[in-house]
């Protein structure tokens, strides 16, 4: 069922392929609109946890991701409308190359896929720091490859000044070049071993982005880049996708772990809890002397390995998830989340740090990457995320691995398959109500797993509640 079309300028700004300026180009004109009273939205194809934290900055707003293979079309389309609605300009920042994905001969997972369901004309980033009449070659390989998708402008990036910028404009004219940045090693954004560090204050200080927003209203052409944006037309988007069931009482809370050791959350995913009735708590694993009074804990990723120190050192903390899990308490922890519930954080120079020790396994960090790629798991056995047989696709991207892997004594309800799985790949490791998995799950491909949830929370609080007396 359609819902109303929405009209709402829209770019997307994609790149020849990773590591071009894709993040600083979204950045820097979501900063200049803003200085020009513009309300943006913004957004992010792919899994990616980081860049959205850099355009939430930048935007003083969420970033929505957007990623066609663990979405799908609807969701994609209903998330883009719903987060868009009210927004002066849609920017919306791709992934890798234009055209790259989970699949080596079809759009699935790619920038390109996500333009075309959105209708978005794409602005092509290009570093062209050792390139003059090339460009023409490369934009020419661009635009003409798929005649679906609009290639309307393109920004240089890397330039060597005025007079370069100037040369690669008359090699090419059409699609136009709006505008590009020159050489500015300073002010590039901090990168780490799996990309950009995270947009906090010590990373990304407001300093610097308005660095990057004076840079564009210098550099790039923003009237022209609003017209591209406006030349979209009206979108026809699906009504949003209603939770599976209405909530049912007891209403639950769900403490949500927050600092700057666990912070890759979807907003999407969240924002399914809170329809389904959930009320979110933010807490500190690291900084926190007990969790919060709640229902059930979601304990998401990011790099529990920077803090281990200080997660190792917050004992009462650590007791306190032990005896929550302990309880029957529904616990939920995805990649970093699993590392914490493990028996320590092993460093690479073999350093040790106690963890919670609920998954009876190391949390060993190695130097080379361990495991990226999109994986599709399925539940083998009853628990907290849906009967068996429940199927949801995510995405793994992890420099550790348990070492040894938990013994036979542990559950292993996930059959993981995928690129960024290994053959015959058992893990979503169960210990009663808990539920620990290298796996970044993406809800909106079975929205049946949060209302799994909820309800394993609503009936924990029933069943203690029932011990305490509580009416």
């Known amino acids: 069922m359609q819902g109303d079309a929405i009209a709402i300028p829209r770019l997307v700004v994609a790149g020849v392929s990773s590591g071009v300026?894709?993040?600083?180009?979204?950045?820097?004109?979501?900063?200049?609109?803003?200085?020009r009273g513009l309300r943006p939205a913004l957004f992010k194809c792919g899994p990616d946890y980081l860049d959205p934290t850099y355009h939430a900055r930048a935007a003083g707003t969420a970033s929505q991701n957007l990623d066609g293979w663990m979405m799908g079309r609807d969701a994609v389309?209903?998330?883009?409308?719903?987060?868009?609605?009210?927004?002066?300009?849609?920017?919306?920042?791709?992934?890798?190359?234009?055209?790259?994905?989970?699949?080596?001969?079809?759009?699935?997972?790619?920038?390109?896929?996500?333009?075309?369901w959105l209708d978005a004309p794409v602005v092509l980033v290009v570093d062209a720091g050792a390139m003059a009449r090339s460009i023409a070659a490369v934009a020419l390989g661009f635009t003409s490859f798929d005649p679906a998708l609009r290639v309307a402008a393109i920004v240089a990036n890397r330039v060597g000044g005025r007079g370069h910028l100037d040369l690669l404009r008359s090699a090419q004219r059409s699609p136009p070049i709006l505008g590009g940045f020159p050489r500015d090693a300073e002010h590039a954004f901090p990168e780490r071993h799996l990309g950009l560090r995270t947009a906090d204050q010590a990373n990304l200080p407001d300093a610097l982005l308005d660095h990057w927003g004076a840079a564009a209203a210098e550099w790039l052409a923003l009237d022209a880049l609003l017209d591209v944006a406006r030349s979209a037309p009206p979108l026809g988007a699906p009504s949003a996708p209603a939770p599976t069931a209405a909530p049912s009482s007891p209403a639950s809370r769900i403490g949500i772990a927050r600092d700057a050791a666990f912070h890759f959350y979807y907003a999407d995913n969240l924002r399914r809890l809170e329809a389904l009735g959930a009320e979110l708590v933010a807490f500190s694993p690291i900084a926190d002397a007990a969790p919060p009074e709640v229902d059930g804990l979601y304990i998401g990723g990011g790099y529990?390995?920077?803090?281990?120190?200080?997660?190792?050192?917050?004992?009462?903390?650590?007791?306190g998830v032990k005896a929550f899990?302990?309880?029957?308490?529904?616990?939920?922890?995805?990649?970093?989340?699993?590392?914490?519930?493990?028996?320590?954080?092993?460093?690479?120079?073999?350093?040790?740090?106690?963890?919670?020790?609920?998954?009876?396994?190391?949390?060993?960090?190695?130097?080379?990457?361990?495991?990226?790629?999109?994986?599709?798991?399925?539940?083998?056995?009853?628990?907290i995320l849906g009967e068996a047989g429940t199927r949801f696709r995510g995405h793994q991207f992890r420099d550790s691995e348990l070492a040894p892997a938990p013994d036979a004594s542990v559950d292993?309800?996930?059959?993981?398959?995928?690129?960024?799985?290994?053959?015959?790949d058992r893990?979503?490791?169960?210990?009663?109500?808990?539920?620990?998995?290298?796996?970044?799950?993406?809800?909106?491909?079975?929205?049946?797993?949060?209302?799994?949830?909820?309800?394993?929370c609503q009936a924990f609080r029933k069943k203690r509640d029932a011990i305490q007396g509580v009416s």
Request: charged share 15%; proline share 5%; with cysteine.
């Open 77 to 116: 389309v209903a998330t883009f409308a719903g987060a868009a609605a009210g927004a002066d300009i849609a920017i919306i920042e791709g992934v890798m190359g234009l055209y790259d994905g989970a699949s080596a001969t079809t759009d699935a997972g790619s920038t390109a896929e996500i333009a075309k």
């Open 412 to 424: 292993r309800i996930y059959a993981v398959r995928g690129r960024g799985a290994k053959e015959n």
């Open 325 to 383: 899990a302990q309880s029957g308490g529904p616990i939920y922890a995805e990649c970093g989340g699993l590392m914490y519930l493990s028996s320590a954080i092993v460093a690479t120079d073999g350093s040790r740090y106690p963890m919670v020790g609920i998954i009876p396994a190391d949390a060993c960090m190695r130097p080379a990457l361990q495991s990226i790629g999109y994986v599709e798991v399925e539940v083998i056995a009853p628990s």
């Open 304 to 319: 529990p390995e920077n803090a281990a120190p200080e997660l190792a050192a917050n004992t009462a903390m650590r007791e």
């Open 21 to 35: 300026g894709k993040t600083t180009v979204v950045v820097a004109l979501a900063r200049a609109l803003r200085a």
């Open 427 to 456: 893990e979503g490791y169960r210990v009663k109500n808990v539920i620990g998995s290298y796996v970044h799950a993406h809800w909106a491909s079975n929205a049946k797993v949060p209302l799994a949830l909820v309800r394993a």
